[in-house]
């Protein structure tokens, strides 16, 4: 029988083994374990994920109620890469953060720009999209990108380039902004002459003119405002890093530029 010194001597001797055993482990198998541990996490669960299902072609809703577009690809490659459910609803922009901070949903995942004012009642994930703006205009308008006076604009309520029209042109210089509940209702007064121009997201404004290049076009140089597209979800909600870890995987194996050129060409 150990007497007890003895004993002790033996449990400091294999805990430190155990300790330097562990400090050993090289950086590359840690890193698999942690990803492993993400993965485990969702695997099998159901995360459900509101997008817009108005704003093509990052989101959009088709003839028979389904959601699609480059939102809706990249919720579903990654939850195929946390082996997760993925169930997509569709949800009025107005109200997407304030359904996520009710719990209808666990995340966003909606074009959605990252934003200080955003940032104070949600979380994000690392970017998976970068944005710039356009100026829309019709063929035969006078509107002019570096004089912009005494006109009519049109954009998107609670948006990056909405934000942008509000700061830099209502009330300013004799212009009038509208703001719309979408883009499309957006570009519908721009057709019928209520509105002078629209500023919007490039890749939105391309994804309109595909089906109205005879009477309109971009015109002036991109404006390039820092604005980032990611993942939104509750305040320090683990989800964010879960994302951000599949995100990563996807971005790697070139399954996310994969899914930026099917959806917005080259």
């Known amino acids: ?17 155990l300790m330097m055993s562990a400090c050993s482990q090289p950086a590359e198998e840690a890193t698999d374990a942690n990803a492993d ?3 485990a996490e969702t695997t ?4 459900r994920i ?19 577009g480059f939102d809706v690809d990249v919720a579903n490659a990654l939850c195929d890469q946390m082996q997760a459910e993925c169930d997509i609803v569709a949800q009025d922009w107005d109200g997407i953060i304030p359904g996520l901070l009710a719990q209808k949903y666990d995340a966003v995942i909606a074009g959605m720009s990252i934003t200080a004012e955003r ?63 979408s883009y499309d209702n ?10 002078d121009a629209v500023l919007a997201e490039k890749v939105s404004a391309n994804s309109w003119l595909a089906d109205n290049a005879e009477g309109f076009s971009i015109v002036g140089e991109e404006i390039d405002n ?32 994969r899914l930026e050129e099917a959806n917005f060409g080259q």
């Not at 970068?130 to 005494?150: C, G, H, K, Q, Y």
Request: net charge negative; proline share 4%; charged share 20%.
């Open 1 to 17: 029988m150990m007497s007890n010194s003895r004993l002790l001597w033996s449990s400091v001797t294999v805990t430190a083994a």
């Open 37 to 39: 541990t993400a993965a």
């Open 44 to 47: 099998g669960q159901t995360i």
């Open 50 to 68: 509101a997008t817009e299902g108005a704003y093509p072609p990052f989101n959009y809703t088709n003839a028979d109620g389904s959601l699609a």
């Open 119 to 181: 940032q104070e009642r949600v979380d994000f994930s690392e970017p998976y999209f970068a944005n710039t703006m356009v100026w829309l205009t019709s063929n035969d308008s006078s509107f002019d990108p570096e004089a912009i006076r005494e006109v009519t604009l049109g954009g998107q309520r609670s948006t990056t380039p909405g934000a942008y029209l509000q700061d830099n042109y209502e009330g300013k210089d004799g212009n009038t902004v509208q703001f719309y509940d």
């Open 186 to 195: 957006a570009y519908l007064d721009l057709k019928s002459g209520r509105s």
């Open 226 to 257: 820092d604005d980032n597209i990611a993942i939104a979800v509750r305040k320090d909600d683990p989800l964010k890093d879960e994302f951000n870890q599949a995100l990563s995987e996807i971005r790697s194996s070139g399954e996310l530029a």
